[in-house]
């Protein structure tokens, strides 16, 4: 028996970044993944691996050079304009820093109701939705009223989260969503995600540089390295038992609380090279 058709499916994806008029960089050397409906998808990997271009090739922010990128069957490699938009309702994205993409100078109110209303929504309408937003990420009611600055960076990432959610999608691109939080809240923002995961069936291409983090979240995982996949497969098994060194060196990286198995693991994570 096969399982359900992939919501997001990635093919072959290559992606280039243009660094002078004769001279290229090559992000993404072929990659191919997909997301099935109500899961969620990580893809980890350190700074300059190429996880953050896949995902802006998604939403349409980095132009691919060959490969296609489909949604519910639909090829959305090049989609612009118009298409674009209409995809808006359906992928949505939360970025790493959570002050740096809401507004400072819009309440969060609007912020919030802004998506609904450009796609139509009256502000009657729109205005409960935000509430239920609120209420979903667990904000006080009168955070409609207060701005970004006034709130915490695991309070802003909350607003964020609603944000992406308000429209009802049904794909969330979550480029590096805690990496910028401290422990505890980190915890708190990944219990909210599976949370909301398990009320909307939302799917989730979950990017971080931390397979501590995404073997809390995520049901299957690859890993990509230099632009390319070297390991994939469930989650529970690559960070259980990786074949690839990469994977290897990524999990060891991860902190334990015990000092005496951080120091073997550092030990054992030099001893890989």
């Given amino acids: 028996m096969t ?11 290559v992606v280039d ?3 002078s008029r004769r001279v ?7 990659i191919s993944l997909d997301v099935k409906p109500g899961e969620c998808v990580g893809l980890v990997g350190e700074s300059g691996s190429g996880k953050s271009t896949l995902g802006k090739a998604v939403l349409g922010l980095a132009a691919p050079e060959s490969g296609r990128i489909t949604f519910d069957g639909e090829d959305i490699t090049h989609a612009r304009g118009a ?14 820093d959570p002050y740096g993409s809401l507004d400072p100078t819009m309440t ?24 239920d937003m609120l209420d979903r990420v667990r904000l006080p009611a009168d955070a ?51 949370e909301l995961q398990r009320e909307t069936s939302v799917s989730y291409l979950f990017v971080s540089h931390d397979l501590g983090v995404v073997r809390r979240i995520c049901h299957r995982v690859s890993v990509l390295y230099q632009g390319e996949i070297v390991e994939s497969g ?33 030990a054992a994570r030099l001893g890989l090279g």
Avoid: M
């Avoid at 690559?238 to 990524?250: F, K, N, S």
């Fill in 3 to 13: 399982g359900p058709a992939p919501l997001l499916a990635i093919e072959d994806l």
């Fill in 17 to 19: 970044y243009r660094l």
């Fill in 24 to 30: 290229r960089f090559r992000a993404l050397k072929g």
């Fill in 83 to 96: 298409t674009r938009r209409r995809l808006a309702s359906d992928i949505q994205v939360v970025f790493q």
């Fill in 108 to 131: 969060v109110s609007e912020v919030l109701a802004e998506p609904l209303v450009v796609a139509g929504t009256s502000r009657a309408e729109a205005r409960t939705v935000v509430a």
């Fill in 144 to 194: 409609v009223h207060r701005y970004p600055g006034e709130f915490s960076g695991g309070q802003r990432q909350r607003i964020a989260i609603a944000r992406a959610l308000v429209r009802r999608p049904r794909l969330i691109v979550c480029d590096e969503p805690v990496s910028a939080l401290d422990l505890t809240t980190q915890a708190t923002i990944l219990d909210l995600f599976l």
């Fill in 234 to 266: 469930p989650t529970a098994a690559i960070t259980r038992a990786p074949e690839h060194p990469y994977t290897q060196r990524l999990l060891l990286a991860v902190p334990v609380a015990d000092p005496a198995r951080q120091a073997e693991r550092r």
